[in-house]
Each structure stands twice: as structure tokens, then as C-alpha cells.
């Protein structure tokens, strides 16, 4: 087992299929559940609020209320490809200075990340 305990992602959340979620986001925008969740959200986004989103893939969400105002992210992800993409995403949006960026299991590594006004 690897340090994060995340050595069963790694077959099912590989980098092809991060690259697939970020070319299907980046033609059609949020699916249809990550609207809906952004739209709940966003009332209580306000400027420089803080996101934590676990298991936040290709970071739609982070993104896309940093873009809104929220003034930090922090994205928490099994899967050290989808975490490779969701920072060239950022890095894209001009948001790498407003989002970290956490391998592992959440519950393992909860103690060490800060709380937030928005969790996903």
C-alpha cells in the first residue's frame, strides 16, 4: 500500500480518464450535478470565502468559485493524476496562487487541513 492508502484508485481514476473529465469540462462547462451543487453553493461564497472540496477531481468546483470570488481552495484528491490535472487547470485560470493541493485520503489527512466555509 502507498503512503495515502490510495493504491486502489489508481486503476479507476488514472490520468486518461482525468484528462477525458477535463476535455468533457472544458466543452461543455460543470455537468449537470456539479451546476446544481455550484448553484446551491454560491450564496455562501462571498468574496474571499474558503473552499474545501474532498474528492475534488479535476477541481470544477475550487475553480469555478474562485472565479466567483472565494479567496482560497483547498482540493483533496486520492488520485495523484487527477491532482496533476486540477493544477494544470489552475495553473490555466491563473489560480495557483488561491488553491493547495492535498494527495490522500481525507480522513487520514483531515487533522492537517483547516476548516472552511464551503466543504464539497
Known amino acids: 500500500m502507498d503512503a495515502c492508502g490510495c493504491d486502489d484508485f489508481a486503476s479507476i481514476f488514472d490520468r486518461r480518464t482525468a484528462e477525458h473529465d477535463r476535455d468533457r469540462y472544458r466543452r461543455k462547462g460543470p455537468d449537470r450535478t456539479t451546476r446544481m451543487l455550484l448553484d446551491m453553493m454560491r450564496p455562501y461564497g462571498g468574496v474571499g470565502s474558503t473552499v474545501l472540496d474532498v474528492g475534488g477531481?479535476?477541481?470544477?468546483?475550487d475553480g469555478e468559485l474562485l472565479l466567483a470570488g472565494a479567496g482560497h481552495a483547498v482540493?483533496?484528491?486520492?488520485?495523484?493524476?487527477?491532482?496533476?490535472?486540477?493544477?494544470?487547470?489552475?495553473?490555466?485560470a491563473n489560480l495557483l496562487d488561491r488553491i493547495e493541493f492535498?494527495?490522500?485520503?481525507?480522513?487520514?489527512?483531515?487533522?492537517?487541513?483547516?476548516?472552511?466555509?464551503?466543504?464539497?
Do not use: K, N, P
Open 102 to 120: 492535498v494527495h490522500g485520503d481525507f480522513v487520514r489527512r483531515a487533522t492537517e487541513i483547516d476548516a472552511a466555509d464551503i466543504v464539497t
Open 57 to 61: 477531481g479535476i477541481g470544477v468546483i
Open 75 to 92: 482540493l483533496v484528491d486520492a488520485s495523484a493524476a487527477y491532482l496533476d490535472v486540477a493544477r494544470q487547470e489552475a495553473r490555466q
